[in-house]
């Protein structure tokens, strides 16, 4: 099974029981669960301005929350990241989490841990490592 594979089947998982648990969100997250069901997609991130979600067809997708600019196709990195965070309460998607990259540098924030302090994930999406010169994007706190 491919990515996109594993991401489908995590996402149809999900939507397929009204009360599936979201535990690598914030109990507050629950306004997402409306919004996931209606564009067939599970949140995978949540942050200050915008929202990461897998969709049904195995893309990863951004909602911005803050600025009212809708979705959009979610970089590598913001979808590195967002598969990262979800697979704490997501164990099936372990699975696609790539490994430490060929060229990538250890992270100087974290010193190659890929957190801060709890809950907070560090810059580099919680892996340890970036690839050098890669667009991070938009922060999406």
Request: net charge negative.
């Amino acid at each position: 099974m491919d990515d996109s594979e594993v991401i489908a089947a995590f996402v149809r998982s999900w939507l397929s029981s009204p009360d599936s648990p979201m535990p690598w969100l914030a109990p507050e997250a629950e306004w997402v669960r409306p919004l996931a069901h209606e564009h067939r997609a599970a949140p995978l991130y949540l942050g200050w301005t915008a929202t990461v979600f897998a969709r049904e067809n195995g893309e990863v997708w951004l909602l911005d929350t803050e600025w009212g600019t809708g979705w959009s196709p979610a970089s590598a990195f913001l979808r590195r990241m967002a598969l990262k965070r979800a697979s704490v309460g997501a164990p099936a998607l372990v699975a696609i989490l790539p490994i430490h990259r060929q060229g990538a540098a250890v992270c100087d924030h974290c010193g190659g841990t890929g957190r801060l302090r709890e809950p907070f994930i560090c810059t580099c999406g919680g892996y340890g490592w970036l690839i050098p010169g890669e667009d991070r994007g938009m922060g999406i706190g």
